[in-house]
């Protein structure tokens, strides 16, 4: 309801407000590229530093403090780090579902449990999977652009429900 509150205030910008709901890269420019890049990739070459830790949270909390990890900074620590990934990429990009949560997912199924294999397979694969969307967004009705999020979402959807059905909850991971 606040949205929507916000929408109808905003009418002049209601068209851009639109497509930041729905994601898109129609309005990214090389500029802002740049702004984007640069931290996600910090922060991504970071995230696969942190595999150990990774693979010894997976093993569960108890496990991973014997072993040596401090679970309650680990933890901290990611949050802060996905959430200021999150917020950067929706601040510029707008809502574009499902990339973050099949993608892992299909990865860990495909080369198992070790976040060595599984952190980079997922940033070349996501990125594979937007550059698709967004090829799909900009051809398909060409030369009308449809949202990336749009077809990310038609893509996910059956992938997520095909990745249930097929594995369920038992894989390993």
């Not at 014997?66 to 999150?86: C, D, W, Y």
């Not at 990339?99 to 294999?117: E, F, I, K, T």
């Not at 599984?118 to 070349?124: G, Q, R």
Request: with cysteine.
């Amino acid at each position: 309801s606040v949205q929507t509150i916000f929408m109808s205030m905003g009418k002049d910008n209601l068209t851009d407000v639109m497509w930041w709901l729905y994601g898109s890269f129609a309005n990214i420019t090389w500029e802002n590229a740049w702004i984007i890049f640069v931290p996600a990739m910090g922060i991504a070459i970071v995230a696969m530093i942190w595999a150990r830790e990774f693979n010894l949270y997976s093993m569960g909390e108890d496990q991973a403090a014997q072993l040596g990890l401090n679970v309650k900074r680990f933890k901290r620590l990611t949050m802060v780090t996905a959430s200021i990934l999150t917020a950067l990429c929706v601040a510029f990009v707008g809502i574009i579902g499902f990339v973050g949560l099949v993608v892992p997912h299909a990865c860990r199924m495909a080369l198992g449990s070790d976040h060595r294999l599984i952190m980079p397979a997922s940033v070349v694969i996501g990125a594979m999977l937007m550059l698709f969307a967004d090829l799909v967004a900009r051809t398909v009705m060409s030369p009308a652009e449809l949202p990336v999020g749009a077809i990310t979402a038609i893509i996910g959807t059956p992938v997520f429900a095909y990745m249930l059905m097929k594995r369920g909850r038992n894989y390993d991971g």
